[in-house]
């Protein structure tokens, strides 16, 4: 995503709960903070990071994003989301001082919904032409607890930490 959007740099932060997900489908913070260390070290420009960790509860975030700015003056800020969550961009808290204040770049899905017309043509709204692939990770999670072998679409480190856990199965 870096080369596809020209951005120096990725910070990946692990977010403690979606508000607009239930919380029961996570793992334990540390685990998925551990799981993007491992999918990600062998990729300068992507930094995980726990900033969320350290904000009250749920996050949301235009909250993170005026947070990172505060503690990075020197850094500017932009937003990387599934064309997906463009959709319902509109119903996130505070989304029109996040369009103001930050570049959104959009990696395109393949979906049967409508598109967002409207958001999509906004000037701080970038739609990535990048590679679509269609893996998310319910795919993944459905698919170990069905006892199928995804072994293949995950890199190595992170698979061998999931089996060895024995994460999402039955």
């Known amino acids: 995503m870096a080369e596809f959007a020209d951005l ?3 910070w990946m932060v692990v977010t403690p709960h979606n508000p607009l997900k239930k919380k029961t489908t996570l793992l ?3 685990q998925r903070l551990q799981m993007v ?3 990600t070290e062998d990729y300068p420009k992507i930094k995980p990071s726990d900033i969320e960790f350290k904000l009250p509860q749920p996050s949301y975030t235009v909250i993170t994003l ?3 700015q505060e503690k990075y003056p020197n850094h500017e800020f932009s937003l990387i989301m599934g064309e997906d969550n463009l959709k319902t961009f509109h119903k996130w808290r505070n989304y029109e001082v996040i369009l103001e204040n930050h ?3 959009v990696y395109p899905r393949i979906s049967d919904e409508p ?3 409207e ?3 906004h000037p701080k709204i970038h739609v990535i032409d990048a590679p679509i692939v269609e893996i998310s990770s319910t795919f993944i999670r459905n698919n170990i607890k069905e006892g199928k072998n995804i072994q293949p ?3 190595p480190k992170v698979w061998e930490y999931i089996d060895h856990n024995n994460f999402y199965k039955k």
């Open 8 to 10: 120096d740099q990725i």
């Open 28 to 30: 334990d913070d540390q």
């Open 37 to 39: 260390f491992l999918a």
């Open 66 to 68: 005026a947070h990172l």
């Open 103 to 105: 570049d959104i770049y």
């Open 115 to 117: 598109e967002n017309t």
């Open 119 to 121: 958001l999509k043509s």
């Open 153 to 155: 679409l995950l890199p």
